[in-house]
């Protein structure tokens, strides 16, 4: 046994463990680690783990936001697995007191803390029932961001109430508009909104309002058609799907209803395209 080191730890919890580890980054050879019973056997064995980046203490906030990326890193560096999970986080406030605390608390990077963790804060507009909760749409994570309630929100949620199905698999093969020889479709409407499909007949016309999952959202100026002989013109002059909100409007006949699934025609959008919304055609010339 070692009589003698440079640096002696004592503790094998995560102060120690982290310690040593960090120690031995910079080159420290001659260093021990003690634990008496075993490692992370303290405190940090109950520890659920949680790394919020919003804080109260700007201090603590960067402490957290130095671990968040080491474990990002710890993989790769160690070979070793460390379970880190990134996750969204939802902060509630239930009167104005509490919303100025969460909007006066420190995030070290907001841009990370957003991207990280998906942190988004509720307010009092939005507590109506003194709680709400929050849950990823399945498949379409489109987080809640910012601050809602007391300000304008950066960003919303949309939940899909349904999905396109469709013999469309690749969006190379879509054509640009259902009248371009799009095929006809299925979309399977989510068990939950069945009462919303109420009213719906075979032979409505209907637009589907979708969200285009595949479009790249930083595209600011296309060629419209997608040919290059076109100027290029704003997104918001043309009907590329590739814009900063890529919702698809799609005015379709319903040919047939299955419970849940409605068939209707023609549809460009392909197979796994969220549906978020369906409205009647109010009259023959409404655009869709
Ligand atoms: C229920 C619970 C939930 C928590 N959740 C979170 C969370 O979500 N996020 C977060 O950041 N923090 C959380 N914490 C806090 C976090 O767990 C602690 O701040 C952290 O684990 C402290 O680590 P430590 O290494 O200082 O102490 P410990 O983990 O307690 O380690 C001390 C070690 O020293 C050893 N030791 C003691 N005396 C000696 C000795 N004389 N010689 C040799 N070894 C000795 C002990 O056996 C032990 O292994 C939580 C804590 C608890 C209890």
New binding site residues.
């Given amino acids: 046994m070692k009589t003698h080191a440079r640096v002696v730890v ?7 463990v982290s310690t040593l580890y960090h120690l031995a980054l910079k080159g420290w050879t001659d260093a021990v680690l ?4 075993e ?13 919020p980046l919003f804080n109260m203490s700007y201090t603590v906030g960067q402490l957290h936001k130095y671990s968040v990326d080491l474990y990002k890193r710890l993989p790769a560096e160690t070979g070793q697995d460390v379970s880190f999970h990134v996750t969204g986080n939802l902060r509630l406030a239930t009167c104005r007191d509490g919303m100025d605390d969460l909007q006066g608390g420190h995030c070290p990077n907001d841009d990370a803390s957003r991207s990280v963790a998906g942190d988004a804060q509720i307010g009092p507009g939005d507590c109506n029932n003194g709680g709400r909760s929050w849950q990823a749409p399945e498949n379409h994570r489109m987080p809640v961001e910012g601050v809602i309630g007391m300000k304008e929100a950066k960003e919303y949620l949309l939940t899909p109430v349904g999905h396109v199905r469709s013999l469309l698999k690749k969006r190379k093969n879509a054509p640009r508009q259902g009248y371009l020889g799009a095929p006809d479709a299925c979309v399977e409407i989510a068990a939950e909104f069945k009462k919303c499909v109420e009213g719906i007949a075979s032979g409505d016309e209907i637009v589907l309002i979708t969200w285009l999952h595949e479009a790249r959202r930083s595209v600011k100026k296309v060629h419209p058609g997608a040919d290059e002989k076109n100027p290029l013109m704003g997104v918001f002059a043309t009907r590329s799907p590739d814009r900063p909100n890529p919702v698809g409007l799609h005015r379709v006949k319903v040919l047939q209803i299955e419970g849940l699934r409605l068939k209707v025609g023609p549809l460009e959008a392909i197979d796994g395209t969220p549906v978020v919304d369906i409205k009647p055609v109010l009259e023959k010339k409404c655009d869709s």
């Fill in positions: 004592i503790g094998g919890g995560v102060v120690g003690l634990e008496r019973a490692l992370t056997a303290g405190s940090t064995w109950h520890a659920a783990g949680l790394l």
